[in-house]
């Protein structure tokens, strides 16, 4: 397995952002031979709701193929082809993104749905530890209703 787990500031995004999952599919690109799909990339974040606590999330890929597709489309937007420095458009990008995310920094809940919502077809898998359990769990959006969140515990 390839992957690293890294912390996000109490000033920064909580949830994973999209430069985390650009970071995952290059893990995965760059050692594919070994990896056959484990590439993840988990992330500590301190708990909005709780505080000096933390969350743990973890990104995974499901289809790399679907990922790279995604990623490819995003750097594709005219505002992102328009930067000729690769640094400053992936600073763009994570601007776009994380703008996404920033009136719901404290609602933990509406990360989670907003981060399935926006990252549906990227072929990737949102999961946070839960520390009633001691387990990973799998989020998901409910394919009957897409405005809610169910967890699947993983194996």
Known sequence: MQGQAHNHPINGLHIPSWDDIYWTQGCEEENTNFNNGSAYNIIVAPDPTNPG????????????ATLQQATNAVFDLPEIVAILDEELKRDEIKKIFGDKFAAIQFDTDAQEKMFLQTYANYGITLSKFNETTDKWEKLKLDPTNPNIVTKVPCN
Do not use: G, S
């Open 53 to 64: 606590e933390t969350i743990l999330w973890a990104i995974t890929i499901d289809n790399i």
